[in-house]
């Protein structure tokens, strides 16, 4: 087989970035080398042309996460440029949704990452500069007044996170439309007890 050529590389590396972003996501970044090289369709010496460890992609597929577009960036900011309130309620039921918990591989970062991060603390170092900036970005498109976000993005990732764990019960989607309440309508999320009449 002939020399790759450097934009033939340089393809390949973006595809195994990209790649590696939505494995890692989907099943943790435990993914292996041998996997992820035969789901991008090189062979596993490859990987070592291209980046100088495992850890080193990790780094560059959270980076490409937060980066690209399609990894579920809020919908609705450029819908509603110009109305913040209609951008932030559409964001938060768009990742709120059926959709976003079934979509791992394709879904927003900060909660995709969240768990590899907090097991890894060396990861974590490396990465932190990259995924902090995602989490304080995420955070400020939902901002309102004196509110900075961080308590929305916090109650939108856990809730996430709870239905995802309880995919295939009803008490996933029961999660999803709780957080989606409290946060867009102001209330807690939670059904008033009902008064005994008896």
């Not at 010496?45 to 579920?72: C, M, N, R, W």
């Not at 079934?102 to 907090?118: E, R």
């Not at 007044?145 to 989607?173: F, H, I, K, W, Y």
């Not at 409290?182 to 009902?194: C, F, K, N, V, W």
Request: proline share 3%; aromatic share 4%; glycine share 10%.
């Amino acid at each position: 087989m002939g020399r790759v050529s450097k934009a033939q590389a340089q393809e390949n590396r973006q595809h195994v970035v990209a790649t590696a972003s939505r494995m890692f996501r989907e099943k943790g970044t435990a993914v292996s080398i041998a996997d992820l090289m035969k789901a991008v369709g090189l062979t596993h010496g490859a990987f070592y042309k291209q980046f100088t460890s495992k850890e080193d992609l990790v780094d560059k597929a959270i980076a490409h996460a937060f980066e690209d577009p399609a990894a579920h960036s809020p919908v609705g900011l450029e819908e509603h440029a110009g109305e913040h309130e209609a951008a932030r309620r559409t964001l938060i039921e768009d990742y709120l949704s059926v959709w976003h918990r079934d979509h791992v591989g394709d879904g927003c970062p900060v909660s995709g990452f969240a768990a590899d991060l907090g097991r890894d603390p060396d990861q974590a170092a490396r990465s932190q500069e990259v995924y902090i900036n995602g989490v304080r970005n995420r955070a400020a498109r939902l901002a309102t007044g004196d509110d900075d976000g961080m308590a929305q993005l916090c109650t939108m990732v856990g809730a996430l996170a709870l239905a995802r764990a309880t995919r295939g019960n009803p008490l996933s989607e029961e999660l999803l439309q709780a957080a989606r309440t409290a946060l867009t309508e102001g209330g807690t999320g939670r059904s008033e007890p009902q008064q005994r009449t008896d």
